[in-house]
């Protein structure tokens, strides 16, 4: 694997949760892949899962791994060719990938949507110039649209967590204050598409998400109506797509305390099929679910987390092999 970035990336979903359980079994069996071999993680976004998951991970496949925080300690990194670099940024992403590349086999790299410009974000220019300037493989640690380290966690916790064949899931936006990405929505929709679940999307007017990741999805404005009889809930915020609304692309469209019956509380898990609770996490309690929802025995947020170990490390599994 070159490039981690679509559900396409990992091939067949039934090879890939299987061996997902083989790493769960024994996750040290790979030591000698990973031997004089270096991963080298950059963030140009906070993080505390990714962070940590992936670090596990490689550790886990005996690689050295280097963790970069862009923002606290490194130059400040011009994005765009062509700028005349009189500002606050010292050097150009254009030298800076090259010689990052230079210490390490592999690259994870944290980008989140800017918000500036809807096209720049959505065409990836941030993670298209890591893969092709760095002649390295490239892992998607959360990019301008996909976090599909996350995804294919989620997808891993469902596989472990379903009691019939083909479960209902139901993803839910809920209110938060601040505009977040929507990186999280489209890889969750992207990979559940692709799974053999019944998939169902519930949001606010004017929260469509892009064509390319939801294309075939039902989408039920009525939040009590799609949760009825769902066996998993996945709650997340994401801003204005800029879909049917161009012109508010990665604004939070009201004011959030209008918004407070979608947060997810007993009133709608009531109407599920018992359904087990999932978040990618940060999560705002009471905002996006009530504490009593997330501490519930059917709250799967923690073993979702430690799944991001296992998804992480089949990537890197994969990317060592293909060196
Ligand atoms: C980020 C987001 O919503 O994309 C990261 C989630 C994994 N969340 C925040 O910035 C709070
Ligand atoms: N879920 C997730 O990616 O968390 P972090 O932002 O803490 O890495």
Not at 87 to 114: N, Q, T, W
Request: aromatic share 10%; charged share 25%.
């Amino acid at each position: 694997m070159k490039v981690f970035q679509h559900v396409q990336d990992i091939g067949d979903l039934s090879v890939a949760l299987a061996e997902a359980q083989e790493v769960k079994r024994d996750r040290y069996q790979w030591q000698h892949l990973g031997k004089n071999k270096t991963a080298l993680l950059i963030f140009f976004n906070n993080s505390l899962r990714t962070r940590l998951s992936t670090q596990k991970a490689a550790m886990n496949l005996g690689m050295n791994v280097i963790v970069l925080d862009v923002n606290q300690g490194a130059w400040k990194l011009e994005t765009e060719r062509g700028v005349v670099m009189d500002g606050d940024k010292s050097e150009h992403l254009l030298e800076a990938i090259p010689v990052m590349a230079s210490y390490c086999d592999i690259i994870g790299v944290r980008s989140f949507a800017r918000f500036e410009s809807r096209e720049d974000d959505y065409e990836e220019k941030i993670l298209q110039q890591f893969i092709q300037y760095s002649g390295r493989p490239v892992f998607f640690m959360e990019s301008a649209t996909v976090h599909p380290l996350q995804a294919f966690a989620d997808l891993i916790t469902i596989e472990e967590n379903k009691t019939n064949a083909r479960p209902k899931v139901v993803m839910t936006w809920a209110p938060h204050p601040k505009a977040l990405p929507q990186a999280v929505p489209n890889s969750f929709a992207e990979w559940m598409l692709a799974a053999d679940v019944d998939f169902v999307i519930t949001h606010p007017e004017g929260y469509e998400l892009d064509p390319q990741f939801v294309q075939g999805a039902r989408v039920e404005y009525d939040q009590m109506k799609a949760f009825e009889g769902a066996d998993f809930i996945y709650a997340k915020n994401w801003s204005c797509p800029g879909v049917t609304r161009p012109e508010a692309y990665g604004k939070v469209l009201e004011d959030y305390h209008t918004m407070m019956d979608w947060c997810v509380s007993t009133r709608q898990m009531a109407v599920t099929n018992d359904a087990a609770f999932m978040h990618c996490l940060p999560v705002r309690r009471n905002m996006i679910v009530t504490d009593d929802v997330i501490e519930s025995p059917r709250s799967l947020v923690i073993p979702e987390a430690a799944n991001r170990e296992i998804s992480a490390q089949v990537v890197l599994k994969r990317m060592l092999q293909a060196l």
